[in-house]
């Protein structure tokens, strides 16, 4: 089973960067579909941006144009640019995963490996 850690949360301010970093503990290259969620207090976990093996990309309303997804298959990574960060990007980011090569659902419930998330904080 491939398990997933996340890093790279930390406090910033508002109009501020941070990279993400999702790391598999084995080759998800192919016939994984990744992708990262986020849930603020009080919040459902909200999807964030997704991308596969052909490197089929989407992303949520709230963060297009703003956050990107990239991969490193060398590093068996997943990044989470995220700029323009606003006090409403603030919560938890979680990384998550199934087995496909292509992603069919974006929906949570879909994803069947989870990482244990990375606190995100944008404040003044």
């Known amino acids: 089973q491939v398990k997933l850690v996340e890093s790279g949360g930390e406090s910033v301010q508002p109009g501020g960067s941070l990279r993400l970093s999702c790391t598999a503990s084995?080759?998800?290259?192919?016939?994984?579909?990744l992708g990262w969620f986020r849930q603020s207090l009080g919040n459902e976990r909200e999807g964030v941006a997704f991308?596969?093996?052909?490197?089929?990309?989407r992303y949520g309303d709230s963060v297009r144009r703003r956050f990107t997804i990239s991969r490193d298959n060398v590093r068996n990574t997943r990044y989470l640019q995220m700029n323009s960060l606003a006090v409403e990007d603030t919560g938890m980011y979680y990384c998550?995963?199934?087995?496909?090569?292509?992603?069919?659902?974006?929906?949570?419930?879909?994803?069947?490996?989870w990482g244990q998330g990375t606190q995100v904080i944008v404040s003044s």
């Open positions: 998550a995963a199934y087995a496909s090569s292509r992603c069919y659902t974006y929906n949570l419930s879909g994803f069947d490996i």
């Open positions: 084995g080759d998800i290259s192919r016939g994984y579909c």
């Open positions: 991308i596969d093996s052909n490197e089929m990309i």
